[in-house]
């Protein structure tokens, strides 16, 4: 219910150009299983063998990150605002933090970046 809070609440231009990307594969199962009931797009994720799926089709200009990652969002994204905290009882994470992330950072040849040039490093194993 937070997520599609946070996703709703972005401003139409943003959430038209918006994806939902999050830490974990358990996260982004719960989206896509439970998510188009509520309005959500489907979940990209670079965790175990989500991230086989490959980047989001957007570019990621603006994301709504759903739990913590291995990576910073703060070297990615120049802008990293925490919009909610997600709690549950059945939860196995008691706090999940959902982020909306903005303005990817540039690449080191001063280029514009997307979430497919970076999905190597936003991808991992455990």
Do not use: M
């Not at 989500?50 to 994204?77: C, H, I, K, M, S």
């Amino acid at each position: 219910a937070q997520v599609a809070e946070v996703w709703r609440g972005l401003p139409d231009a943003d959430r038209a150009e918006a994806v939902i990307l999050t830490g974990n594969y358990g996260h982004a199962g719960a989206i896509d299983r439970f998510g188009p009931a509520i309005g959500l797009p489907p979940a990209s994720c670079g965790h175990n063998a989500y991230g086989f799926w490959g980047p989001p089709a957007r570019g990621g200009q603006v994301v709504v990150l759903v739990g913590g990652t291995p990576w910073d969002p703060a070297e990615t994204f120049e802008r990293v605002e925490l919009a909610a905290t997600s709690r549950h009882p059945w939860a196995r994470e008691a706090e999940i933090p959902i982020r909306v992330c903005r303005e990817l950072r540039a690449r080191p040849d001063g280029t514009r970046n997307s979430l497919a040039v970076l999905w190597p490093k936003l991808r991992y194993l455990r």
